[in-house]
């Protein structure tokens, strides 16, 4: 799933017309270099949600060819945060257990796609133990505290005494996480986490590529500026 639902308060005047996903990177829409490199690395069913200018993320899948990827749309009337809008667009997947998601305003070109169906195999094997497996990486200077901690594996609450990491807006998570919300609810993704934190039931590991969440326009600028 790419989740393409967020208004870019910060991203204003920019996202007043445009999607925040749908704002360009080297000549290229956010949403693309998802699309591009989910296709190459061996997805084929896909859900994407839209709510804020919906219609333009709508007619921009109309206009795009990946024949390789099987897209459908999850239509919010109002944004229903991320774990909402996670729980919406289950029911337009067809899901054995986990199923993978990532933020549609991230860039990170070189996101390691070729590794998630083995990760999914090694999460199989201790059952439905573990909920969520996430993608860390080093904090940026907008997040310099963190998000949360890694220990031994296993993603914890952020901790002051240990070194801490920002969530990447990319995971794999078991549809018992979700299990809780009904489709249509309003409801944050970072609650439900920390709770199976506190069960030892989210694992994760730390990415070591370029990453940039596009949250102001001056970091899509900088983005832009290099070749």
């Known amino acids: 799933m790419v989740l393409a639902a967020g208004r870019g308060e910060r991203m204003r005047p920019l996202t007043d017309h445009t999607p925040k996903p749908l704002l360009t990177v080297k000549g290229k829409s956010l949403i693309d270099w998802h699309l591009e490199n989910l296709a190459n690395h061996g997805a084929h069913q896909l859900v994407i949600n839209h709510a804020w200018l919906g219609e333009k993320i709508s007619a921009h899948i109309e206009q795009s060819n990946y024949p390789k990827l099987s897209i459908r749309l999850s239509e919010e009337k109002v944004a229903l945060e991320t774990a909402g809008g996670l729980r919406q667009a289950m029911s337009l997947m067809q899901i ?66 240990s070194d801490n990491y920002t969530f990447s807006g990319a995971g794999i998570y078991h549809q018992d996480l979700l299990k809780g919300i009904k489709i249509g609810e309003v409801a944050k993704l970072a609650p439900i986490l920390r709770n199976a934190m506190g069960n030892s039931q989210v694992t994760g ?21 290099h070749k």
């Open 96 to 161: 054995e257990d986990y199923f993978f998601a990532i933020n549609g305003d991230v860039f990170c070109p070189n996101f390691p796609f070729e590794k998630i169906n083995g990760i999914v195999e090694d999460l199989r094997k201790n059952g439905s133990q573990t909920l969520a497996h996430l993608f860390l990486i080093k904090n940026p200077s907008h997040n310099a505290s963190g998000d949360f901690c890694l220990k031994n594996g296993y993603v914890l609450d952020k901790d002051p005494s």
């Open 205 to 225: 590991e730390l990415l070591k590529v370029d990453w940039v969440d596009v949250g102001t326009p001056e970091r899509l600028a900088e983005l832009n500026q």
